[in-house]
C-alpha cells in the first residue's frame, strides 16, 4: 500500500506552486510536427527558429470513467495552461534535419471533490482544492530526412523521441501538484508529403510508441482509506496531420491545420495482472487549428492561431488533467537563418 487517508486538513491540500510541463504525448494542444511537414521547409539548407505561446483551457465533469492523478471522488475538473514552446529546426545536409524542441508551461488545475466516505457511519463534505505548477519539461528529438524533391512536391521520413523528466504529484494519496508529464518514453516514426503550388499543402501520418513504465502518479483508491498504485502496459498513438495555407498577399496567408488522433488507452498493471482501466480501448481526437501569418521581410514570420477540438477526449482521457486537449489561442514567431 502506498499511503492511507489522512483527516480533513491532509485531504483537502492546499495551493502547492511547482514544476511542471507536458509534450509529445503530453503534447501541447497543437500537434507537433517535424523539421519537413511545411512545404520549403530549410530549403534552402538553413535553420529555422520558431518561439511560440499558447493558452489552452479545457473542463471535465463526467468521472464515470476514472483518471489516474487524482484517486479521490470528482465532480469537476478544469484545467488551464500557458505553453511557451521553443522549437530549432537545424539543417545537417540539405536533405537531412535535426529538431529539438523544449517546452515551457504554466499551469493550474482547479477540483471539485464529492463527498469523502471515511467510515461507515462518517463522511466528510465535497470541498475545493488548486493545484498550480510551471516549469521546463520533456524534450522531443528528431531527424527528418527529405527523400523525394520533384518541384513542387516533395516526401519525407522523421525518427524521434519523447523523454519523460518527472511524473511526481507531490504526495502519495492527493496530488499536491500537476506531474511534469506522463512519465512515458515516446518512441515515434512518420512519413509525410508536400505540395508547394498553387496552394500550399501538407499530410504527415505519425505513429508513437509507448512501451509502459511505472509511475508515481498511478495512485488508486481501492477502499476506504486505502490506496495502491501500478504500472502501465505498452501503447501506441496514430496520428494524421494535415494543413493548407493560402497567400492572400505577399504579406498575409491564411492557414487552416486538421488533426486527427487515435490513442490506444493503455492497460494497468497490478501485482495480479492487467485490466482495462476504462471499457473503451481507443480513444479519437480530431482538433482544427487556423491561423494568420504575416511576413515581416525574408527571416521573420508574425502567426496568429486558434484551435478548437472537434471531437474530443477529454472524459476518456486517463492522463487528463496532465495531458490537457487542444482549445485555445496563441502567437508564434518564425526567424528563418542561413
Request: glycine content about 8%; some cysteine; proline content about 7%.
Amino acid at each position: 500500500m502506498v499511503g492511507t487517508a489522512s483527516r480533513r486538513s491532509g485531504w483537502l491540500g492546499r495551493r502547492v506552486v511547482a514544476l511542471a510541463i507536458v509534450l509529445g504525448v503530453t503534447c501541447p494542444a497543437h500537434a507537433q510536427t517535424g523539421p519537413y511537414f511545411e512545404p520549403q521547409s530549410l530549403d534552402p539548407a538553413g535553420y529555422e527558429l520558431r518561439v511560440s505561446a499558447d493558452y489552452h483551457d479545457a473542463s471535465r465533469s463526467d468521472f464515470t470513467r476514472p483518471i489516474f492523478l487524482m484517486a479521490q471522488g470528482l465532480s469537476r475538473l478544469h484545467a488551464r495552461q500557458l505553453a511557451v514552446t521553443f522549437d530549432l529546426r537545424l539543417s545537417i545536409t540539405p536533405s537531412l534535419a535535426l529538431q529539438i524542441v523544449l517546452p515551457w508551461l504554466v499551469r493550474d488545475v482547479a477540483a471539485e471533490g464529492v463527498n469523502l466516505v471515511v467510515s461507515a457511519d462518517q463522511s466528510l463534505p465535497p470541498r475545493s482544492w488548486t493545484l498550480s505548477s510551471w516549469g521546463l519539461g520533456d524534450p522531443t528529438l528528431a531527424v527528418g530526412y527529405r527523400f523525394w524533391r520533384a518541384m513542387p512536391w516533395s516526401a519525407y521520413a522523421e525518427l524521434g523521441a519523447t523523454i519523460p523528466i518527472d511524473d511526481n504529484p507531490g504526495a502519495a494519496s492527493l496530488p499536491q501538484r500537476v506531474p511534469l508529464g506522463t512519465g512515458q518514453h515516446e518512441l515515434f516514426a512518420g512519413i509525410g508529403a508536400t505540395l508547394d503550388r498553387p496552394v500550399a499543402l501538407s499530410l504527415n501520418y505519425r505513429i508513437g510508441y509507448s512501451p509502459g513504465e511505472h509511475a508515481a502518479y498511478l495512485v488508486r483508491r481501492v477502499a476506504n482509506q486505502s490506496y495502491t498504485s501500478g504500472a502501465l502496459g505498452a501503447f501506441a498513438h496514430h496520428r494524421f496531420n494535415a494543413a493548407g495555407e493560402l497567400a492572400l498577399s505577399k504579406l498575409f496567408s491564411v492557414r487552416l491545420a486538421p488533426s486527427l488522433t487515435f490513442m490506444q488507452v493503455p492497460l494497468l498493471i497490478e501485482r495480479g495482472g492487467s485490466r482495462q482501466l476504462i471499457h473503451e480501448q481507443v480513444a479519437v481526437e480530431l482538433d482544427l487549428a487556423a491561423a494568420v501569418r504575416l511576413r515581416l521581410g525574408d527571416a521573420h514570420r508574425l502567426e496568429l492561431r486558434g484551435s478548437l477540438p472537434l471531437v474530443a477526449a477529454t472524459d476518456l482521457d486517463p492522463f487528463y488533467p496532465i495531458v490537457i486537449p487542444a482549445r485555445g489561442v496563441g502567437i508564434a514567431w518564425f526567424f528563418v537563418g542561413s
